[in-house]
């Protein structure tokens, strides 16, 4: 069934018990839709009511991610009104914001948003992919794609936020090669360095250091999951997972929701590569649970390498090389003639 646009939402809502019709709202053609004409005499100084008004768009643009459908028009509120409302109210915005994101339906939610200009004030960077890629591009519009992860993202926090910044370096960083290929080379990188400068800007994120790590170790990694190869070692799935560490269950949740293909065959094809890498991360813990890191023997070898008669000084050494692995320094079970090779590269290191 063909998605509702917004327009069409909202001539639905007006059937609904809570539906209004707010009768000065004059409609525009297109994109903008459901946004009046804004007032010419808006005051360029806020006051109190404006500041309430911004705060309505932004608890309207909630209600509609909630319920998944408007009930009343939305009403464009001045710039200046909303940048207020953030200096005023940063917690209560901050809360309205991620009922937009949780919602059963973030993409009204994130429309609302738009139209009522306070996503051009709250999250510039964001609104910056509004029509950026189109036809004449040859690349998927970007905005659609994000909004689209953002509501096939888990109701995880941490997994829907980062959904809703993970592009945003693709602005910066598209190219076009003598082919006509567009590329967005390193747009993890520098969508990382916009998320920190959006930070610095809003403290957003501030109060919940966790929260705000996360989706910047997200939003850097995104891409990881998704360049897996079922020829990848044992020892480069285990490398992963180990750099992953904590956030990997929410990588593998952003990486599914990242696939937005229409293409049925290659929808099925991203996500079965993906649940292929999650089953064999999850079979190579169980087994690394059972065996340790260091091959039988090691012991002996290195005493016979570096002529140590059985003491404590083994053990010591054991204990050095399983920390090298647990850092990805060196791979675990291998034969103990590369132990021994390690430990005779840096004999200062294991106190020899």
């Known amino acids: 069934m063909r998605a509702l646009s917004c327009a069409e939402r909202y001539v639905r809502a007006l059937f609904h018990p809570c539906g209004l019709m707010l009768r000065s709202a004059t409609l525009h053609v297109g994109r903008s839709s459901l946004m009046p004409e804004m007032p010419s005499n808006v005051p360029s100084t806020p006051n109190p009511s404006n500041i309430d008004r911004a705060m309505d768009a932004i608890e309207l643009a909630a209600v509609a991610a909630e319920k998944g459908r408007l009930v009343q028009m939305v009403q464009a509120v001045h710039l200046e009104d909303v940048r207020a409302a953030l200096q005023a109210h940063p917690k209560v915005v901050r809360a309205k914001l991620d009922r937009v994101v949780m919602g059963e339906d973030p993409e009204l939610g994130l429309d609302v948003l738009l139209d009522a200009g306070v996503l051009r004030v709250v999250f510039p960077e964001v609104h910056a992919m509004v029509g950026f890629g189109d036809g004449e591009w040859r690349h998927k519009d970007v905005w659609k794609h994000t909004k689209q992860v953002v509501r096939q993202a888990v109701p995880r926090l941490e997994v829907r936020w980062a959904s809703l910044f993970h592009d945003i370096g693709k602005v910066k960083t598209r190219s076009i090669d003598p082919n006509g290929k ?171």
Request: hydrophobic letters at 40%; proline letters at 6%.
């Open 182 to 352: 567009v590329h967005f080379l390193g747009h993890a990188e520098v969508g990382t360095r916009m998320f920190d400068k959006l930070e610095r800007r809003l403290g957003m994120f501030s109060p919940d250091p966790s929260l705000r790590d996360t989706v910047r170790f997200l939003v850097l990694h995104h891409l990881r999951a998704n360049q897996y190869d079922p020829g990848w070692t044992d020892s480069a799935v285990r490398r992963f997972a180990r750099e992953l560490g904590a956030h990997l269950d929410d990588l593998l949740c952003l990486a599914r929701a990242d696939i937005t293909t229409k293409r049925p065959e290659k929808k099925r094809k991203g996500l079965n590569q993906i649940e292929e890498l999650a089953g064999r991360i999850t079979s190579l813990a169980a087994e690394d649970a059972k065996l340790p890191p260091l091959p039988s023997g090691v012991g002996d070898a290195v005493m016979k390498a570096f002529g140590i008669p059985p003491s404590r000084k083994i053990g010591e050494i054991k204990k050095l090389l399983e920390e090298a692995i647990a850092k990805g320094e060196i791979d675990e079970r291998l034969p103990s003639e590369d132990y021994v090779a390690f430990v005779a590269k840096d004999k200062a290191r294991f106190g020899l």
